[in-house]
Each structure stands twice: as structure tokens, then as C-alpha cells.
């Protein structure tokens, strides 16, 4: 009786195959880690790897859609006072939040 279509590996060489998808999820997740490790809006903003969601209300890596302002995150008038770590100024004209450097 013939075999066709039979290729013998060796478990190794499966074993390493199996290896080069789960190294790009590990460099992938740390940088989702470090951007969902970010509670704060503006501190999310400013970070140039990450980005405010709005829809789901938390930082995630920065993606096409992300803004250039920091402070545009913040869309109330009061916490956008109070954030003085990045230095935001509301905007009455605007009706929104902006860097004041």
C-alpha cells in the first residue's frame, strides 16, 4: 500500500512554528497593557503610543482616529480647570478644552 501526501516533520520544528504568532501577541498586549494601565484621559492623550477612547471610556493603543491636543479629551469645563499637569485652559468660544502651551 502507497502514501501519498505524507510529510514527516519533527515536533521541534512544529513546536517553533507554533512559537511566532504567540511572540507577536506578547509585543502587542504589553503595549495595550501600557496604555490601559492609564485612567486618565489627558494623561492618555499625551502619551504618544496611546489613545482616549470615547465610545468605550478607556485608553487604548493609539490608533488612526486619535487626537493631537491632550486636553481636547477632557469635555467638561470643570475638569478641564483642574487638569493643571498638562497645562489645559477651557475654551469658551470653542466650548472645549485646550492646551494653554
Known amino acids: 500500500m502507497k502514501e501519498f501526501?505524507?510529510?514527516r516533520t519533527s515536533p521541534l520544528l512544529a513546536l517553533a512554528f507554533l512559537?511566532?504568532?504567540v511572540a507577536d501577541l506578547n509585543s502587542a498586549t504589553a503595549k495595550d497593557k501600557a496604555c490601559t494601565?492609564?485612567?486618565d484621559s489627558a494623561?492618555?492623550?499625551?502619551?504618544?503610543?496611546?489613545h482616549w477612547?470615547?465610545?468605550d471610556v478607556g485608553c487604548e493603543a493609539r490608533s488612526l482616529e486619535?487626537?493631537?491636543d491632550?486636553?481636547?479629551a477632557h469635555k467638561e469645563k470643570a475638569v478641564c480647570a483642574a487638569d493643571e499637569a498638562l497645562g489645559c485652559g477651557w475654551k469658551p468660544a470653542q466650548k472645549a478644552c485646550a492646551s494653554e502651551n
Open 5 to 7: 501526501g505524507v510529510i
Open 19 to 21: 512559537q511566532l504568532p
Open 37 to 39: 494601565d492609564i485612567h
Open 43 to 50: 494623561r492618555c492623550e499625551a502619551s504618544s503610543d496611546c
Open 53 to 55: 477612547n470615547v465610545d
Open 66 to 68: 486619535a487626537r493631537k
Open 70 to 72: 491632550p486636553c481636547s
